[in-house]
Structures are given as structure tokens and as C-alpha cells.
């Protein structure tokens, strides 16, 4: 281990060292609790600077660890949705009396996870980091101890994760002893000239890979636990459980499939397909009969996961770009719509009906325009950047010849804008049900204001970001 390999790690060191100093203190007890969040976003803010303050590129750590443009979009992907987490859980956290520096020691756990996932280059890798953002979000989903809704999601969690947990080890399994070795390159090379022991069991390999990746993202038939977690899951941390594991599980894939499995396509490409039309169709039409708002955007972000998976399934470079674009994207609109649900919701977990949220514009205009806005943008409504977002997933897809699982997204796109609207109409065009306020803590302020602005305006001009995708793909290239 050289200098070169820590510090290909350096954003992933902070973000521990910021962890174990949180987990002192919490046992320490003599900081205010309030300190917490604050330790927490210093770190974040020092990850982000390493990340964007050292731009290596290359390979490390005996070739398990990859570093380029792709990596460094995945981070700051992933420090900006975090500490956005962090500023939405702190009211709902004080509000609960649930404030505690292992919350926020979790989540970042997590993120290093999330972080090595996008980074892994070789198959043990991928595993030790889908392993480290898995564990704590089985804990965090059960955080609130003394609540059953919140214990029984985090037993359906970690059961069926430990179930696609299987299906990944087992066939990474079947990859090795088709193969003998884990390392992307390897493994590209082998398939590509031939040497495998059995190309049957290589792909047979892939396809439990697959199913360990379709159970973390929540494709159709793998996404039966994601409602059930989401709605019993303490709705600060729903936040994160429904954008977290979907940047880095589409990451991870995204790269595996282009690096190594890129010229297997035609053997597997028919299962995506049917896996994006299944997950997408499922996911929009169980929504429209949900009055639960968590259920909903749950089954909204299976429905997500199937327009995402046609980023995977084009496999070019601008299926690649769209891929990114609409994960970064749809962290921020999702980001949105679960923190307004968590401010807006009452003591335990009441008010979570569509009906609850009636008159809401009249209580507090700016929540309700900031909810409103995330949910068009996330029905694809221009100019809102999900519009955007949208536009480039399917555009590669047509460009592919993929025209069928277009007009199929499109129409299942417009089968979603019926239960998008629904609160918007409950809150600007009905009468409140009481007279309670809604107030917006001063904290999260900052981060819901560049959130709506980014929605908005990544929608009008979303040149930035697309010069960030489209170099971060072709770097996959």
C-alpha cells in the first residue's frame, strides 16, 4: 500500500474519522446534542473538498479501486444527498427526541459504502461496499426502537436483503470459478478471447449479480419489501433509504455492465427489457390506488427504477449520460418530496394521508409550491429537470432502436401523472382540514431553497450538469 492508495481513499477516510468522532461523543455525552449535525457536516464538507481538491485518476489498491470523472460524479453525488439528509432529519429527529450521533455516524457509513460501490473494480469490492451501505440502513430503518412500524421494516430489510445478499456472493461465486478471478479486466479480457471454463456459467454468474442488483435498486418481481420499509421506516431516513441505494446499485452496474459484460448483451438484454417494462408499469399503476403519501412515492421510485434500468439496457455512452443525469435528478426531486413529507407530518407518523395535506398552500405557501414543484418534476412536467432528465434516458433509447420501451415509458409516464397531482390538488384546491400550522425550520432552509432552485433550473439550463455527465460517462468509455 502506497501514499497513492490512501489518498485515492481520502474522501472515504474523512467521512470515517467524521463517523468514530461522532460515536465518542455520543457516548461521551458532555457535547449538546445539537453539535451533532454540525461535526457531521464539517466532515462532508471536507470529503467534498478532497474529492474535488485531488482529482486522481487511475487504478489503486492492487487494481480493486478505480478512480476517473465517473467516480468523482458519484460523490459528489452522494456527500450532496447526504448532507441534505442531514439538514431535513435534524427538526424531525429534536421534534422525536431521537437526536442521537448514531444516526448521523450511520448514514455515513453508509455513504462510504455508496462511494466505494461506484469506485469497486473488482467484484470483492463491490460487495464490501454494498455490504458497508446496506448494514447501517437495516438499523436505521429500525431506529425508532420503540416503535413497531419501525422494527418491522427493518426485519423485512434485513431478511430480504440478506436474501439478494446470496444471490450477489453466490454468484460472484460462479464468476470465479468460471474464470478464476474477480477483477473487472480480468474478467473483461477472459470473455472477450474466450478463456472462460463455461460461458453458461459466467452468464449464469451475471444473472445472480443481476438479481442481487434488482433487489437494492426495487425492480419488478424484487421490489415486494420496498413499500412496506419506506412506509414503516422513520420518514427522515426514507429520504435516503429511496435515493441511496439506487445511486450507488445503478453506479455499480452501470460500470460492471460496461467495463466487463458489455459484449454478452444480446444474451441479456431481453431480460432488462421485460425487467424495465415490469418495473416501471407495476410500480406507476400499484401507486394510483395508494393514499398512504410514503407508499406512494415508494412505488413512484419503483416505477423510477424502470426508466433508470433503460440507461442500462441502451449501454452507450449517451444511455450512460442519461443514466447519470436522471440519478442526479431524481436524488434531488426525491430528496425534496420525503423531507417536506417528514416536516409536514404530525406525531407518529400521523398525517401521511393525501387528505391530510388539504389547504396546505393556505398554512404555508412556500412548502407547498417547493412539494408541488417536486412532484411535477418528478411526472416529467416541463420545464421542471425531471422533464429533462426523462428526455435524455429516452432519446439514447430511441437512438438504440429500443422505439417500443419508449412508447411504453411515455405512456406509463402519463399513467403517473394522475397520482403526482393528487396532493398538488389537495393542497391548492381544498379547504384545510384544522387549523394547525406548518412551519419550516430555519435549518432546513438553505437546503430546500438550492434544492427547488436545482429542480427549476436543471430543467431551463442544465448545461453544467450535462458537461459533468457526459464527460463522466465517456470516462466509463
Known amino acids: 500500500m502506497t501514499w497513492l492508495d490512501i489518498n485515492s481513499t481520502l474522501p472515504e477516510l474523512i467521512i470515517l474519522a467524521t463517523a468514530l468522532l461522532l460515536l465518542m461523543l455520543e457516548v461521551l455525552s458532555t457535547p449538546p446534542r445539537n453539535s451533532f449535525i454540525w461535526v457531521a457536516l464539517a466532515g462532508m464538507g471536507l470529503s467534498l473538498a478532497s474529492v474535488l481538491g485531488t482529482p486522481l485518476s487511475g487504478n489503486y489498491y492492487g487494481n480493486m479501486i478505480a478512480l476517473s470523472t465517473f467516480t468523482r460524479f458519484i460523490d459528489v453525488i452522494t456527500i450532496a444527498l447526504v448532507m441534505c439528509t442531514f439538514l431535513f432529519s435534524a427538526p424531525y429527529l429534536r421534534r422525536t427526541l431521537e437526536e442521537r450521533g448514531e444516526y448521523y455516524a450511520l448514514i455515513l457509513f453508509a455513504a462510504v459504502g455508496m462511494m466505494l460501490m461506484a469506485k469497486a473494480h473488482d467484484l470483492t469490492m463491490t460487495f464490501l461496499g454494498l455490504e458497508l451501505l446496506s448494514v447501517p440502513l437495516y438499523i436505521l430503518a429500525g431506529f425508532y426502537r420503540n416503535r413497531i412500524s419501525s422494527n418491522e421494516a427493518s426485519i423485512k430489510y434485513l431478511l430480504l436483503g440478506a436474501f439478494s445478499t446470496g444471490f450477489f456472493l453466490f454468484g460472484i461465486a460462479l464468476i470465479y470459478g468460471s474464470i478464476g478471478s474477480t477483477n473487472y479486466d480480468i474478467i473483461q479480457q477472459a470473455i472477450v478471447n474466450g478463456q472462460e471454463l463455461s460461458r453458461g456459467l459466467t452468464l449464469a454468474g451475471f444473472a445472480l449479480l443481476l438479481i442481487g442488483f434488482a433487489f437494492k435498486v426495487a425492480l419488478a418481481p424484487f421490489h415486494m419489501y420496498a413499500p412496506d420499509v419506506y412506509q414503516g421506516a422513520p420518514t427522515a431516513i426514507t429520504a435516503f433509504l429511496s435515493t441511496g441505494p439506487k445511486v450507488a446499485a445503478f453506479a455499480a452496474l452501470l460500470k460492471l455492465v460496461i467495463v466487463v459484460f458489455a459484449v ?106 417547493a412539494f408541488a414543484l417536486a412532484l411535477l418534476s418528478l411526472a ?58 406548518v412551519t419550516l425550520p430555519p435549518i432546513t432552509v438553505p437546503a430546500l431553497v438550492l434544492l427547488v432552485l436545482v429542480a427549476l433550473g436543471l430543467g431551463i439550463m442544465p448545461f453544467t450538469l450535462v458537461q459533468s455527465g457526459v464527460s463522466a460517462a465517456a470516462s466509463l468509455f
Not at 406 to 427: K, T
Open 380 to 437: 416529467g412536467f416541463p420545464p421542471t429537470a425531471g422533464f429533462t432528465a426523462k428526455f435524455f434516458v429516452f432519446n439514447s433509447a430511441v437512438e438504440a432502436g429500443y422505439i417500443w420501451l419508449v412508447i411504453i415509458a411515455v405512456i406509463n409516464s402519463l399513467i403517473s401523472v394522475y397520482y403526482y397531482l393528487r396532493p398538488v390538488v389537495a393542497m391548492y384546491m381544498r379547504e384545510p382540514e384544522d387549523d394547525r400550522r
Open 264 to 369: 454478452t448483451t444480446r444474451h441479456w438484454w431481453g431480460v432488462m427489457w421485460l425487467l424495465s417494462v415490469l418495473t416501471m408499469t407495476v410500480g406507476n399503476v400499484t401507486a394510483l390506488v395508494q393514499d398512504n403519501l410514503k407508499r406512494m412515492l415508494a412505488f413512484s421510485g419503483v416505477a423510477h427504477a424502470g426508466y433508470l434500468a433503460i440507461g442500462i439496457l441502451v449501454g452507450t455512452s449517451d444511455g450512460a449520460f442519461g443514466l447519470l443525469f436522471y440519478l442526479a435528478i431524481y436524488s434531488v426531486t426525491t430528496l425534496v418530496a420525503f423531507g417536506l413529507v417528514a416536516l409536514v407530518e404530525r406525531e407518529q407518523e400521523d398525517g401521511l394521508e393525501v387528505s391530510s395535506y388539504r389547504g396546505l398552500a393556505q398554512k404555508n405557501p412556500f412548502i407547498a409550491a
